[in-house]
Nanobody, 124 residues
Framework: VQLQASGGGLVQAGGSLRLSCAAS????????MAWFRQPPGKEREFVGR????????FYAESVKGRFTISRDYAKNTVYLQMNRLKPEDTAVYYC??????????????????WGQGTQVTVSS
């Protein structure tokens, strides 16, 4: 199983980025997918999660209204669209897969598989 995150980079505050997480070795429709991030010197934190069906998504308060998670089953890929970026969004972003059916899972221990991370830097 491999999750390959990509799309990070350097962007000015107020700008946008779209991250991708391509899954291989698993059928993504069998997993809820999530994004986490780890700011410099801090612990990894929950960003958002999308259900297996793609019919529901849940976001951290800090990104609600700015970030959107979507998924493309044909490409076995999950996306994180990030708009109105702020310097405090600077972090390494990770995608993760959860095989269990849960309403919400915001802790890292709930996830079975992780991508390698992609750096997002937002300049002021």
């Amino acid at each position: 199983v491999q999750l390959q995150a990509s799309g990070g980079g350097l962007v000015q505050a107020g700008g946008s980025l779209r991250l991708s997480c391509a899954a291989s070795g698993l059928t993504s429709s069998s997993y809820a997918m999530a994004w986490f991030r780890q700011p410099p010197g801090k612990e990894r934190e929950f960003v958002g999660r999308i259900s297996r069906s793609g019919g529901s998504a849940f976001y951290a308060e800090s990104v609600k209204g700015r970030f959107t998670i979507s998924r493309d089953y044909a490409k076995n890929t999950v996306y994180l669209q990030m708009n109105r970026l702020k310097p405090e969004d600077t972090a390494v972003y990770y995608c993760a897969a959860d095989s269990q059916v849960r309403l919400v899972a915001v802790t890292t221990s709930a996830y079975d598989y992780w991508g390698q991370g992609t750096q997002v830097t937002v300049s002021s």
